[in-house]
Nanobody, 121 residues
């Protein structure tokens, strides 16, 4: 099982980025995006169901971020718009069996390496 997150970078406030998470070795799984800002605990920000594409968003990103998936490419995307300096963090994707749709990190079994997003003027 491998998860590979990519797409991070530096962007100015108000800008956009799209993160990608490629998952290999898994057939049926929910994917969550998490982030960890310097000096803070890791937080779950969005997740998507493997079955019907249902989504969940944390209040901090709702209305600005959109999660989607392309099952044919084994890829989940996180479109991030209207970025703020407080969105600066290392972003991780994680996978779990499709039992629950959750933003709790202890529900996730597989983790990829993070990708750094820096929002600064």
């Amino acid at each position: 099982v491998q998860l590979q997150a990519s797409g991070g970078g530096a962007v100015q406030p108000g800008g956009s980025l799209r993160l990608s998470c490629v998952a290999t070795g898994l057939d049926d799984y929910n994917i969550g995006w998490f982030r960890q800002a310097p000096g803070k605990e890791r937080e779950g920000i969005s997740c998507i169901s493997s079955s019907d594409g249902s989504t969940v968003y944390a209040p901090s990103v709702k209305g600005r971020f959109t999660i989607s998936r392309d099952n044919a490419k084994n890829t989940v995307y996180l479109q991030m718009n209207s970025l703020k300096p407080e969105d600066t963090a290392v972003y991780y994707c994680a996978a779990t069996l499709p039992l629950l749709l959750s933003l709790k990190e202890n529900m996730y079994d597989y983790w990829g390496r993070g990708t750094l997003v820096t929002v600064s003027s």
